[in-house]
């Protein structure tokens, strides 16, 4: 069985790929730098010393952000896609567009109702701490 002609250019990329990988490892293992000391294997963090543990767990809100950005991200991706297609798509296109909006508003209104979207100092959030502070200590 011979092997189709539509794979040499994928295996010669491969192969040359693999190549070009392999001489620049080859490369920098051999023309590195071999001296080591006490500063060279200290932790660099933008130009401070690290002090502390380094396991602290990030914040919650690190993650919400995060997530936010990429659900609203993917979002802009679509819509731009949308966009771009409009005349192919036509209206059956702007149905589904709308309902996609409108699942992710819906997604949006309900994580604020739930208060998702409160990750920073809030008075009024304070005012009821100091007032659950108050009753717990009568």
Partial sequence: MQPLPELFPLIIYTAATVLII?????????????SSSRNKEMPYESGVIPSGAARRPLSI????????FIVFDV????????????????MPGLLHCTFFIVALLLGLAW??????????PSAGRNADSLQTLRKSSK
């Fill in 111 to 120: 994580v604020w109702i739930k208060g998702g979207l409160e990750w920073g």
């Fill in 61 to 68: 809100p690190f993650y919400l952000i995060a997530i936010f």
């Fill in 75 to 90: 979002e802009t991706a679509f819509i731009f896609t949308w966009a771009v297609a409009w005349e192919q798509l036509g």
């Fill in 22 to 34: 392999g001489g620049l490892l080859s490369a920098a293992w051999w023309l590195g730098a071999r």
